[in-house]
């Protein structure tokens, strides 16, 4: 079966540094998102995509935050000058028109 | 302001027992409502979903619910639980005409010897 990829499974960046989280969809989807899981909290929409431009998102996707399709394959989500509150899990998900939402296995990120 | 209401945090059961997760919606009109689970160290994986089709819906691994909309509830239940069954479990609303997913707080299933 199809799977959305993610790398790395594991980012560790120091407070004030940018990183870019990977996703690869499945190939035939055409709606993307990124969700996040604080640590002891809820999963939380961040932002979903669409023909080459967000769709929707939510109050914390900021201007600290960034999505691109750089390619016909991958997903990308940017976030600038880390903080340590942004560190948590990091989910991509990809779906079609109608379908559930398939979820990556997730991108650590850790900022110290 | 739609939302989603897991009842219990954690739920322990016996192998071969019966499993309920208890989950609660508000949503101001028909949406459509999913469970995941996630194992450790792994992503989320659909285990059912309801679109206003049949109120009782089967998913993988022996699990099914229940859309009551009187009750605005879509529990979660399994015959017999096993082992393998160990995890969080999500209840999770998708408000029509929104991309977004909404996911309740989770319920961590713990299964017994």
């Known amino acids: 079966e199809p799977e959305v990829t993610q790398t790395p499974s594991h980012q560790v960046t120091q407070m004030g540094q940018e990183v870019i989280l990977r996703c690869v969809p499945i190939?035939?989807?055409?709606?993307f998102y990124w969700y996040r899981q604080i640590l002891g909290q809820k999963v939380e929409f961040l932002v979903s995509?669409?023909?080459?431009?967000?769709?929707?998102k939510s109050e914390i996707f900021d201007d600290q935050f960034s999505v691109e399709r750089p390619d016909g394959s991958n997903f990308t989500l940017k976030i600038r000058s880390t903080k340590l509150e942004d560190s948590a899990m990091y989910f991509c998900a990809s779906s079609d028109a109608d379908s559930p939402l398939h979820f990556g296995n997730g991108t650590r990120l850790t900022v110290t | 302001a739609q939302s989603v209401t897991q009842l219990d945090s954690h739920v322990s059961v016996s192998e071969g027992t019966p499993v309920l997760l208890r989950c609660n919606y508000s949503?101001?009109?028909?949406?459509?409502l999913f469970w995941y689970v996630q194992h450790p160290n792994k992503g989320l994986q659909l285990l059912l979903k309801y679109t206003s089709a049949a109120t009782l819906v089967k998913g993988i691994n022996g699990f099914e619910a229940e859309f009551k909309k009187s009750e605005t509830s879509f529990h979660l239940t399994k015959p017999s639980a096993h082992m393998s069954d160990a995890a969080e479990y999500f209840c999770v609303v998708r408000p029509w005409s929104s991309y977004k997913l909404i996911f309740g707080s989770g319920t961590r299933l713990l299964v017994r010897p």
């Open positions: 995509f669409y023909n080459n431009e967000i769709s929707e």
């Open positions: 949503s101001s009109y028909s949406p459509s």
């Open positions: 190939s035939n989807h055409l709606y």
